[in-house]
């Protein structure tokens, strides 16, 4: 069960007045950090059902997010990671007032369908880490974050320097847990929301809270966005109450009202 991060009161009053739908269809093209894609795109198909609007979605690391930002590629709504965000709030570089907390994402474990891991407490957890022969995370070197967040994770286990020479690194989501599925790697740490990304593997669950760390992710409409009611109609629809099962089973906390 997550425990869901509530909006301030201003931030909710601007979904409360930005309309579900918006008279004529709108196209709305999003910019965001692919760990949230999948949960959107299954939101963003009962929106356009709804509303008749089209969502479209370029689905990238967070690093990736920013060299588009920066240049100069237009969207009508971005969401990426907290600090990015800020960055460019102070640059200018968003609609005043339209930055606001999406949702946050922890580091799970992927196993090989089938495999029992035991992640119930702290002691487990290293457990299970030290007894596999090999360990995989992302490569964080293209901008993305979870692989950042995996080693943090092994470092409050305290496992950093134990489980260093068993890790491979994986260049891309599906290509590393394609070898767990295979078997040549038994256990990868990832975001929560980005398993499994290969068939053969599952999510076994997350690492325990005491050790949890999260990429936390706010959405922003740009400043060149002149008609930001479909983008915000479309925000108030991922803040639905109704809408929170499918954050739920991606793996994400979404922020509440």
């Given at each position: 069960m997550f425990h869901h991060l509530r909006l301030p009161p201003l931030i909710a009053a601007i979904f409360l007045l930005a309309p579900v739908t918006s008279g004529a269809a709108a196209e709305i093209k999003v910019l965001n950090a692919n760990a949230l894609t999948i949960a959107m795109k299954e939101l963003a198909a009962d929106f356009s059902k709804e509303t008749g609007n089209q969502v479209s979605f370029v689905g990238v690391?967070?690093?990736?997010?920013?060299?588009?930002?920066?240049a100069g590629e237009v969207y009508d709504l971005v969401i990426t990671a907290t600090a990015s965000a800020e960055a460019f709030e102070k640059e200018g570089k968003w609609r005043p007032g339209t930055r606001h907390p999406l949702a946050r994402v922890g580091i799970g474990v992927a196993v090989r369908d089938g495999v029992k891991v035991d992640l119930s407490t702290v002691e487990s957890t290293r457990k299970a880490l030290l007894d596999a022969k090999t360990i995989t995370h992302s490569d964080s070197t293209g901008g993305g974050l979870s692989g950042i967040n995996a080693q943090k994770v092994l470092v409050n286990l305290?496992?950093?320097?134990?489980?260093?020479?068993?890790?491979?690194?994986?260049?891309?989501?599906?290509?590393?847990?394609?070898?767990i599925a295979k078997g040549e790697i038994e256990i990868g740490l990832f975001n929560l929301s980005e398993i499994p990304r290969a068939p053969g593997v599952v999510r076994a669950g997350p690492v325990p809270a005491a050790v949890q760390v999260y990429i936390n992710y706010d959405s922003a409409v740009p400043a060149t966005n002149a008609a930001p009611d479909a983008a915000l109609a479309l925000l108030k629809y991922f803040h639905r109450p109704a809408a929170r099962p499918v954050w739920d089973k991606a793996g994400l906390e979404v922020a509440g009202e």
């Open positions: 690391n967070p690093g990736q997010v920013e060299q588009r930002i920066k305290g496992l950093a320097d134990a489980v260093k020479a068993k890790t491979k690194l994986a260049g891309d989501l599906a290509g590393g847990q394609a070898l």
